[in-house]
């Protein structure tokens, strides 16, 4: 059985779970709403607080499914309850970001000729807490980190002298640079 896929998911006060027709499972929070379709091989049960997903057989693209749509419905809770983070660091000199407009938009000074402006998507928002770092939130964990993805990919830091947009927390491998010629 995957390992995964048989934990309970546990749903907190003033959560709601709906399991519609077709699989499509939604889940109503304080931070607002979210919805999977669900694969039709995979059984989902609310018994009280919990939700339980299982499988028919042990075919390996049902155990697949399983543990897939369990993690999901999770970070579905999760994400209602206590919404998602990412930060992403700046490192060079005269990098800088700001967020602007309660944080629906933001401007990156990145060494470019011009600065880069970028629109958050719906259900998600921009934080700088100083000139150097960028957080991005919102209640869909693929959604925030699709938006990070997106952010460091306008400046992926490079491995002579570290300088561009990374994770909060990632190492960069670093190269030697040059030797005198001899």
């Excluded at 499988?55 to 419905?73: F, M, S, T």
Aim: proline share 5%.
């Amino acid at each position: 059985m995957s390992r995964i896929g048989k934990l309970p998911i546990q749903v907190p006060a003033g959560v709601t779970v709906t399991i519609g027709d077709d699989n499509l499972v939604t889940v109503k929070g304080p931070k607002g709403t979210l919805s999977q379709q669900v694969n039709s091989s995979i059984t989902v049960k609310q018994e009280g607080n919990v939700l339980v997903l299982e499988r028919p057989n042990d075919v390996k693209q049902n155990k697949a499914y399983h543990g897939l749509y369990r993690a999901l419905i999770h970070n579905m809770v999760v994400g209602v309850t206590e919404g998602f983070a990412r930060t992403l660091e700046m490192v060079g000199t005269g990098y800088k970001a700001k967020a602007e407009g309660s944080g629906k938009s933001i401007d990156i000074n990145i060494g470019f000729s011009h600065p880069v402006h970028l629109d958050a998507p719906e259900g998600l928002s921009f934080k700088t807490p100083n000139d150097t770092t960028i957080v991005v939130e919102g209640i869909s964990k693929q959604a925030v980190g699709s938006m990070a993805a997106d952010i460091r990919a306008i400046r992926k830091p490079e491995p002579y002298l570290g300088k561009g947009i990374k994770y909060q927390g990632e190492h960069i491998r670093r190269k030697e640079g040059k030797t005198g010629k001899k």
